[in-house]
């Protein structure tokens, strides 16, 4: 008994459009290789300034913002408040709090993914 519906008129099932998700996405040893080639890089690389850690203008890895409400790279400014209770951006008194920054991280995944 026919339905009317053509072969190629039928959604794909759920199997198949994962299976075509994860040949479309690169891989995460790709992502991985992108994320190595980028270190060490930054502004002057051509790499937007909102990617990269106004200490060493290098590519964040892991960015967390601080109390000035700047994102660094969590190495950079955890090694910064070991020599210097401020800001490195307006040289005032700061909390060494930091939390990660959902949104630079999203960004900064979005632009590994173009690379890869």
Known sequence: M??????????????????????TEPSESLKARVRE????????DGIPASLCCPIT????ENPVIAKDGYTYERAHIEQ??????????TNLAISKRLITNQ????????????RA
């Open 37 to 44: 080639s980028l270190q060490g890089m930054g502004i002057g």
């Open 2 to 23: 026919s339905t009317g519906k053509r072969q190629s008129d039928a959604q794909p099932d759920a199997a198949t459009t994962v299976k075509k998700a994860r040949l």
């Open 80 to 89: 910064w408040f070991r020599s210097k209770p401020t800001s490195p951006m």
């Open 103 to 114: 949104n630079i991280k999203a960004s900064i995944d979005e632009y590994v993914l173009e």
């Open 57 to 60: 203008t290098a590519f964040i």
